[in-house]
């Protein structure tokens, strides 16, 4: 009728936490806060490995998650991904990982030399830790966000077994920043306070303080990206940032101990695939878990290859 007016259109969905966040982190802080108020202090600690390549392989990372965090935040400030083809995507992606994985070709060891076997050096042995633990976690691990978050990409992309080939590449650029991030935090724990109950107790929380938060912070700052989302936001940022921090509540102490002076590593350039291999099918069966849990149906779709947009 002529005097009707029409139905207006529902709000978009908001694109921020809900409100039951602040509960959780205030949790996640009061625990922490807890444990290091009973910790016996024993020397002011260190972030970052005294000296060594690992020292100056963590420096190096730190410096570069700068540039490709700038990188990805203009990306997504002057929204440039409008432009963006499969083509682009990919090698966006993969320039952005490239100087991660030449890194270890051109750096120079503590006294002015390059290693006598590159296999030996520590970026090359932390760069292959992440790449077999990325490599895992998109191929397989991004089928249980399909089917437990309902997860979606949609922009345009060159994909194997249904996921773009571009995240296999920004994956191992965030990973290495993670979880140097990680070992900055769980070095600093380990070297101010004396080992015991307290300390360990302390380490768990930071671990899965670090996890959960790395998650979410992961799915906070991609919300302005349209081409990823998620069916129920509300659930991806509560339940979704746990389920996803499974990945780290493993990686982070299995990587944390990778030539570390005083811990026990892996030794062999072998014994690194081994460890990283060995932790993600320990958070594939993690994630299965909590997928049988929630009585969530496991379907994994696509084609080894394909191409959309």
């Known amino acids: 009728m002529w005097g009707k007016k029409p139905s207006p259109l529902p709000p978009p969905p908001s694109k921020l936490p809900p409100f039951e966040q602040l509960y959780i982190f205030a949790a996640i802080a009061a ?13 002011p600690g260190r972030w970052l490995p005294s000296k060594g390549e690992k020292r100056e ?20 400030a002057f929204q440039l991904y409008e432009a963006f083809d499969a083509l682009t995507y990919f090698v966006v992606c993969g320039g952005l990982a490239l100087p991660l ?17 590159v296999v030996a050096q520590h970026a090359v042995r932390a760069q292959l830790w ?52 990680a070992n900055l935090v769980l070095r600093k724990a380990r070297t101010a306070h004396a080992p015991g109950w307290r300390r360990a107790a302390l380490t768990v929380a930071l671990i899965g303080a670090m996890s959960y938060t790395t998650a979410f912070m ?3 700052t991609i919300s302005n990206f349209p081409y990823y989302d998620f069916e ?13 921090g499974l990945y780290f509540i493993v990686s982070f102490p299995v990587y944390h101990a990778l030539d570390e002076p005083d811990l026990r590593g892996p030794a062999s350039i072998a014994d690194v ?33 394909e191409v959309t947009g």
Not at 31 to 43: C, G, K
Not at 66 to 74: L, N, R
Request: charged share 10%; glycine share 8%.
């Open 232 to 244: 129920n936001r509300d659930m991806a940022y509560t339940v979704g940032s746990a389920f996803y």
């Open 130 to 181: 992440i790449a077999l633990f990325g490599f895992v976690g998109n191929y397989w691990y991004t089928h249980y966000f399909y089917c437990v978050l309902r997860a979606i990409y949609t922009m345009p992309a060159w994909r194997l077994n249904g996921v773009p080939i571009a995240m296999f590449f920004a994956t191992h650029f965030y990973f290495s920043s993670y979880h140097v991030l």
């Open 101 to 117: 994985v030449l890194q270890p070709l051109v750096a120079r060891g503590p006294a002015g030399k390059k290693a006598k076997s």
């Open 218 to 220: 992961e799915t906070l």
């Open 31 to 43: 625990i922490l806060v807890a444990l290091l108020s009973i910790q016996r202090r024993r020397a």
């Open 273 to 305: 695939a081994f460890s990283s291999l060995g932790s993600a099918m320990a958070v594939l069966l993690l994630l299965d878990v909590s997928r049988l849990l929630l009585g969530v149906p496991l379907t994994i779709g696509g084609a080894l290859w």
């Open 57 to 76: 392989y963590e420096v190096w990372a730190l410096k570069y998650s700068v540039v490709w965090m700038g990188s990805f935040a203009a990306i997504i």
